[in-house]
């Protein structure tokens, strides 16, 4: 009897502890598969109008209406950042006093918008508005997309002719010269100065592409400023050409807003195994290393760069170069360097020819394989123009699946933190359709989270699905229905600093209309 006794007492023990996990279960999986802290962002690419606007000299409302039609979506579909593109080729998307407006823009390079307004101040603006971070994203060294395009009287190009070369049909700053790296980093920190920016972005047009049988002419830059490179170490001087623009670019920016991010998105291969052990289990044509001369690595490693965002834009399976080899290999290399992905939904068709871009799934399991390396801290897509397109419904499989609860961009551990000020007179008004928030900002404060819980429940500030708004402004308002009626559910208020730094929490306290 002692026997039955003590198996029915077990059995029983088991059924509890069963019982308790199926109930803890979707907290527990709320906090692995839904991630609180998680970079999901969106490239809105501005040259030839890939993403915005739709064409070159669109009126300055129709230009603001597309633009917020973009963040809309992509806030709608729990993405928290932009990365904008706003010089494509030594021109601006901004009010800059080094460079002309965007042909792009306008229609016709130097002319501004009519009516008047500021393209990024007033993204920024509207970025802020739904809690969205923005990384203000630039090419390096291309000076002229196209040398049939008519570029205007003050363009760089004619301003300073030796400064540049041409290669196909296109024009560089020549890298090999210090005179170049100035400008380039002068246009980055008069951005960096007057904008209220999270980031500064560049991707991987550094050397360009290889043109077939075709040499890049930086012979004489090469001749006059050797640095003590022979002939033989030619491509280690181009190499330390980038290392020194890329130094001389973080320097830059941290000198004027220490808080502000320094990120490159670089092809997604290093170098092949076959050409360095270090490098990655790839047969890739081109590699960063040897064709483009960007060391990233050796950018991590120094702490130039704040994060590197690998252009990962094959399948998984891909014979060549495997979206999870490449993925693993990453994650391996970071050496304390964040570390989002790049990927690539404007791949998905039904007509594609590789069958694994015929449904978005691809997308979807990309992400979760991100997920099972801690240190992947993310996701960009490109590009903007797939949040209108919705390919193959790409957007309920994310936002109705691993992107079903909105996420905040990580705090970066190479920038020293601001402790932002709690949130203070958190007010929350009932009316019989709406609930009113309001509150008061502190020091350090560049957007607020509002939580929702169920009355008689943890306030569980780590688990995303509590999350119910974030807004850079100091009030909003929230239908009143089911899910957040004030007599089944509380709130609280947290926010957050320059530096995704989040505050301790704050309670709203119940007031009459």
């Known amino acids: 009897m002692k026997r039955i006794n003590r198996s029915l007492y077990s059995c029983l023990i088991i059924k509890i502890l069963l019982v308790a996990g199926i109930i803890m279960l979707p907290r527990i999986l709320a906090a692995q598969y839904f991630p609180k802290h998680e970079l999901r962002a969106i490239w809105i690419a501005t040259v030839n109008n890939i993403d915005w606007p739709s064409s070159p000299g669109l009126t300055s409302d129709e230009q603001r209406n597309e633009i917020i039609s973009l963040l809309d979506l992509a806030k709608k579909n729990n993405l928290n950042t932009v990365v904008f593109q706003i010089r494509p080729a030594a021109d601006a998307f901004y009010e800059s006093s080094l460079e002309p407006w965007s042909q792009w823009l306008t229609g016709k390079q130097g002319q501004a918008p009519e009516p008047w307004y500021d393209p990024l101040e007033f993204v920024i603006s509207e970025c802020r508005k739904r809690g969205l971070d923005i990384h203000a994203w630039l090419n390096p060294y291309r000076a002229v997309k196209d040398t049939a395009d008519t570029v205007a009287e003050n363009h760089i190009t004619k301003v300073h002719p030796g400064w540049f070369l041409t290669y196909g049909t296109t024009r560089y700053f020549d890298p090999g010269l210090q005179e170049t790296r100035n400008h380039v980093a002068s246009v980055a920190s008069d951005i960096v100065r007057r904008y209220d920016i999270d980031a500064i972005h560049m991707d991987d047009y550094f050397y360009p592409y290889r043109i077939a049988n075709v040499s890049f002419p930086d012979d004489s830059s090469f001749f006059k400023h050797p640095r003590g490179f022979s002939q033989e170490q030619k491509e280690e001087w181009r190499r330390d050409n980038v290392n020194l623009i890329i130094k001389q670019l973080s320097d830059s920016i941290k000198a004027i807003k220490p808080w502000v991010e320094f990120g490159i998105s670089p092809f997604g291969v290093w170098r092949n195994i076959e050409k360095d052990s270090l490098g990655s289990a790839t047969r890739a044509g081109v590699t960063n290393y040897d064709d483009l001369y960007a060391d990233i690595l050796l950018w991590q490693k120094e702490g130039w760069i704040d994060y590197v965002t690998p252009q990962l834009y094959w399948h998984i399976g891909f014979n060549l170069a495997d979206y999870s080899v490449l993925s693993e290999w990453w994650s391996h290399n970071t050496y304390g360097c964040r570390l989002y992905i790049g990927q690539a939904p404007y791949r998905i068709g039904r007509k594609v020819t590789a069958k694994e871009w015929r449904t978005s799934r691809e997308i979807v399991k990309q992400v979760l394989l991100n997920r099972t390396y ?73 957007k607020f989270i509002v939580y929702r819980f169920r009355k008689g429940k943890p306030a569980d500030v780590n688990n995303p699905a509590n999350i119910l708004l974030v ?35 704050v309670y709203f306290r119940e007031s009459p209309r």
């Not at 949040?387 to 905040?408: C, M, T």
């Not at 309001?438 to 020091?443: D, F, I, P, R, V």
């Not at 909003?476 to 301790?504: C, G, H, K, M």
Request: hydrophobic share 30%; proline share 9%; net charge positive.
């Open 374 to 446: 801690p240190n992947i801290d993310g996701t960009m897509f490109f590009s903007a123009r797939v949040l209108r397109s919705n390919p193959l419904r790409l957007w309920e499989r994310l936002s109705g699946g691993v992107f079903r609860y909105p996420a905040l961009p990580p705090a970066n551990s190479r920038i020293t933190p601001l402790i932002p000020q709690m949130p203070s007179n958190a007010v929350v008004r009932l009316s019989a359709g709406s609930l009113n928030f309001s509150w008061q900002s502190g020091c350090n404060n560049k």
């Open 471 to 505: 807004t850079s402004d100091t009030s909003a308002a929230v239908d009143r229905n089911r899910l957040t009626d004030p007599s089944r559910y509380f709130y609280i208020i947290t926010s957050q600093s320059r530096t995704n730094t989040e505050s301790e929490p």
